[in-house]
Nanobody, 116 residues
Framework: QVQVVESGGGLVQPGGSLRLSCVASGFTFSSYAMSWYRQAPGKERELVVTITSAGGSTNYADSVKGRFTISRDNAKNTVYLQMNSLKPEDTAVYYC?????????WGQGTQVTVSS
């Protein structure tokens, strides 16, 4: 059974940092790309970044370029999102997404709040 579980969210002041983790299981983790999305209150869910199966290529949203870094550890079945220089507009629920043939899998999300 495929499972995707995010963690690491919390409350942080503007300019601060957080590292999110996404642990996935039930499939061959190293064979698939993984993505982080976010959804702010009253807004649609948006793509933050995608990383390829081997971690060799990434695709960042313009709003987070230079501040966020995605990485993966295939030995631990984990994808990370390092978020630096956080802004209030980064406040959202952050989701991890896996696309397998015919099905999308989402985690339950982790709340990130950037506020003084």
């Amino acid at each position: 059974q495929v499972q995707v579980v995010e963690s690491g969210g919390g409350l942080v002041q503007p300019g601060g940092s957080l590292r999110l983790s996404c642990v996935a299981s039930g499939f061959t983790f190293s064979s698939y790309a993984m993505s982080w999305y976010r959804q702010a209150p009253g807004k649609e869910r948006e793509l933050v970044v995608t990383i390829t199966s081997a971690g060799g290529s990434t695709n960042y949203a313009d709003s987070v370029k230079g501040r966020f870094t995605i990485s993966r550890d295939n030995a631990k079945n984990t994808v990370y999102l390092q978020m630096n220089s956080l802004k209030p507009e980064d406040t959202a629920v952050y989701y991890c997404k896996l696309v397998l043939p015919g099905t999308n899998y989402w985690g339950q999300g982790t709340q990130v709040t950037v506020s003084s």
